[in-house]
């Protein structure tokens, strides 16, 4: 059973940086592609960055330049590298992978930018 765990959300000031973490288990993390998501309060869920199992990666327009997803196969952890936050950035971060026809989500970690 996949089992996706975030963490390293926060309170930061605008202008400043967060790393988040998603630990994995349970899945075959090194031939995963994973995703992080974002959800704001009254909003839709929108994607913020992919990365394939070759380290591909892609990004949201409103987060190219600033954040950067990055993988540790070793650790079967993804990360996301937050620099220049904005007031838009905040919500809930999800980290999610699709594998083998099943959707696996975690549960969030909260990620807010003071202006």
């Known amino acids: 059973q996949g089992r996706l765990v975030e963490s390293g959300g926060g309170l930061v000031q605008a202008g400043g940086s967060l790393r988040l973490s998603c630990q994995t288990s349970g899945i075959t993390f090194k031939i995963a592609s994973m995703s992080w998501y974002r959800q704001a309060p009254g909003k839709q869920r929108e994607v913020v960055a992919n990365i394939t199992s070759s380290g591909a990666t892609n990004y949201a327009d409103s987060t190219k330049g600033r954040f950067t997803i990055s993988r540790d196969n070793a650790r079967n952890t993804l990360y996301l590298q937050m620099n220049s936050l904005k007031p838009d950035d905040q919500g809930v971060y999800y980290c999610?992978?699709?594998?083998?026809?099943?959707?696996?989500w975690g549960r969030g970690t909260q990620v807010t930018v003071s202006s």
């Open positions: 999610y992978t699709r594998f083998y026809g099943r959707d696996f």
